[in-house]
């Protein structure tokens, strides 16, 4: 697509998206006339039910039909597409990102008691235009790979999604849910239970938000002027008084205890902290018949190669 940019009669400035194959012969001279165009997509109707920000293909194309030739309405997803006012899902499914509700819906009462939940925090030095827009598709669109570390077969229980602008809620069971939201301006918590399943719903949601963050925003994996990290991942410490003077441990200094020792020592109150605060890290997340119950270990020089 060409946007030309009438300033005056003697001056015209052109941009140019080369991936956009069906406009590359066309030119756009109004941009205000694109954004009325892109906007119209706030007026769709049919849409999945309850999921109203998930919208179909052919519901898109029968939006643009009359404003496009019939030849060019596929340019009209492509379009969307381009300034991500829609995300793909599925082949034929896309999410409409203002769509979603502004504030959090009342989510149903998922804590099984006092200290059933394990956190992983994700400090940001600033949270990038679409995150949670490319966040909510990718969990979306693999929540059935998430749902399979409850049943371990592609047979499991459908869950409960709540949606919003800045935040998703999974819920399977009572065991077996999963919450990740902006709680203060650049922090981002994922909450799950402290069971089996748990383990393995947050170990899988961490994977995707990792791989989202190194595919769309490699330049949060750097450091700043001063050399400090633009993305720290810390695991708030479940013993200290709920506040914002909790000890924070840093995942990758976790990492690092784990090959010496099965607990941390938490200055704050004053305790030891069993390393299970990060199931991903003891592998807790794994089934059972994975363990390695026993393992004799010869270290002597007679068996060595070489």
């Known amino acids: 697509v060409t946007l030309g940019l009438l300033s005056s009669i003697q001056s015209f400035v052109l941009i140019h998206f080369e991936n956009i194959d069906l406009l590359t012969d066309d030119y756009i001279l109004s941009p205000a006339w694109l954004c009325e165009v892109v906007a119209r997509v706030k007026e769709i109707k049919t849409a999945m039910e309850p999921y109203s920000f998930i919208v179909g293909r052919n519901a898109l194309t029968e939006l643009y039909k009359d404003i496009f030739p019939k030849d060019k309405v596929e340019a009209s997803l492509q379009i969307l597409e381009e300034f991500e006012i829609v995300l793909c899902v599925h082949d034929h499914d896309y999410l409409v990102p203002c769509l979603l509700p502004e504030k959090k819906p009342k989510p149903p009462n998922l804590k099984t008691g006092t200290g059933d939940v394990v956190h992983r925090h994700y400090r940001f030095a600033y949270i990038s235009a679409g995150f949670w827009s490319h966040l909510i598709t990718k969990i979306f669109a ?165």
């Open 142 to 306: 693999f929540h059935d790979s998430i749902a399979q570390a409850i049943s371990g077969t592609k047979e499991h229980p459908l869950a409960d999604m709540i949606f919003w602008k800045k935040g998703l809620t999974f819920t399977w069971r009572k065991d077996a849910f999963v919450t990740i939201e902006e709680i203060h301006e650049d922090l981002v918590d994922v909450v799950a239970p402290t069971t089996r399943y748990g383990s393995s719903i947050l170990s899988t949601v961490v994977d995707h938000i990792d791989s989202l963050i190194e595919e769309w925003y490699p330049g949060l994996m750097g450091h700043d002027i001063h050399g400090k990290p633009l993305l720290n991942k810390c695991v708030p410490c479940p013993d200290c008084p709920k506040s914002d003077d909790a000890r924070n441990f840093e995942l990758a200094d976790l990492i690092d205890i784990s090959s010496r020792e099965d607990d941390v020592e938490c200055e704050k109150h004053g305790g030891k902290v069993s390393l299970s605060l990060a199931p991903d890290i003891t592998l807790s997340d794994l089934e059972p018949t994975y363990y390695l119950r026993s393992f004799d270990y010869d270290d002597s020089r007679s068996l060595l190669l070489g």
